[in-house]
C-alpha cells in the first residue's frame, strides 16, 4: 500500500518529494522511536542472552508488541509521506488563497463604495470555515491508514478555503 501510494505521490509532486519526504521521516523517526528508546528495546529484546528475570519479561512484552510498532513505522512513513506532498503544495495553496484575496479585496472595495451591506456575520463565519478547512484537511487526508490520491484532497481543500477566504475579505467590516 505504502508503495502504491508513493508511486502516485511522486508522480503528483514531482522529483522533489522523495529527498523531503525522507528527511521529514528521518526526523519523525528519530524523535518517535529513537529519542524514546523503542529502538533500543526492540534491538535488546531479539537479543537472547538476556538471564535476568525482569529482563526477561521486558523482552517477551517487547516482542509481543512487535507488530504494532512495525504498523506504527510503515504509519509514520506514510504520514511523512503525505506531510512532504503537502509540503510541497504549499506554493499551489499559497497562489490560490492570493487570487481569493484579491478577489476579495474588490468585492470588499466595490462594497465599500457603493454602499453596500456589511456583515459581521459572514466575515465570522468565512474567517472560522478557513480553520476548518485546514483541520479538515489534516484529518482527511493525514491521518487515514488507507492510499489517498492528494489531488482531490488538496484541491478540495484549496477551493473551500479561497470561497471561506474571499468571503471574508469581501465582508470585512473595518478600513484595510
Same mark, same amino acid.
Given at each position: 500500500?505504502?508503495d502504491d501510494e508513493w508511486?502516485?505521490s511522486?508522480g503528483?509532486?514531482?522529483e522533489?518529494?522523495?529527498?523531503?519526504?525522507?528527511a521529514?521521516?528521518?526526523?519523525l523517526?528519530?524523535?518517535?522511536?529513537?529519542w524514546?528508546?523503542?529502538?533500543y528495546?526492540?534491538?535488546?529484546?531479539?537479543?537472547?542472552s538476556t538471564?535476568?528475570?525482569?529482563r526477561a519479561?521486558?523482552?517477551?512484552?517487547?516482542l509481543?508488541?512487535d507488530?504494532l510498532?512495525r504498523?506504527s513505522? %510503515?504509519g =509514520?512513513? +506514510?504520514?511523512?509521506?503525505? !506531510?512532504?506532498v503537502l509540503?510541497?503544495?504549499?506554493?499551489? &495553496?499559497g497562489?490560490v488563497?492570493?487570487?481569493?484575496?484579491a478577489?476579495?479585496?474588490?468585492?470588499?472595495?466595490?462594497?465599500?463604495?457603493?454602499a453596500g451591506?456589511?456583515?459581521?456575520?459572514v466575515?465570522?463565519r468565512a474567517?472560522r470555515a478557513?480553520?476548518? %478547512?485546514a =483541520?479538515? +484537511?489534516?484529518?482527511?487526508? !493525514?491521518?487515514?491508514p488507507?492510499?489517498?490520491d492528494?489531488r &482531490?484532497?488538496?484541491a478540495g481543500?484549496?477551493?473551500?478555503?479561497?470561497?471561506?477566504?474571499?468571503?471574508?475579505v469581501?465582508?470585512?467590516k473595518?478600513y484595510?
Open positions: 500500500m505504502i508511486q502516485s511522486v503528483f509532486a514531482g522533489r518529494l522523495p529527498p523531503l519526504a525522507y521529514i521521516h528521518d526526523g523517526y528519530a524523535a518517535f522511536f529513537e524514546t528508546g523503542l529502538d528495546l526492540v534491538e535488546g529484546a531479539s537479543d537472547a538471564s535476568r528475570r525482569p519479561l521486558m523482552a517477551r512484552l517487547v509481543a508488541a507488530t510498532l504498523t513505522a %510503515a =509514520l512513513q +506514510l504520514f511523512s509521506l503525505r !506531510l512532504g509540503a510541497l503544495s504549499a506554493p499551489f &495553496i497562489l488563497v492570493i487570487g481569493a484575496a478577489d476579495g479585496l474588490v468585492t470588499w472595495y466595490w462594497r465599500r463604495t457603493g451591506r456589511e456583515s459581521g456575520f466575515f465570522h474567517k478557513i480553520a476548518v %478547512a =483541520l479538515a +484537511l489534516c484529518f482527511a487526508y !493525514l491521518v487515514p488507507v492510499a489517498m492528494g &482531490i484532497a488538496i481543500f484549496a477551493v473551500v478555503a479561497a470561497i471561506a477566504l474571499r468571503l471574508a469581501g465582508h470585512f473595518k484595510i
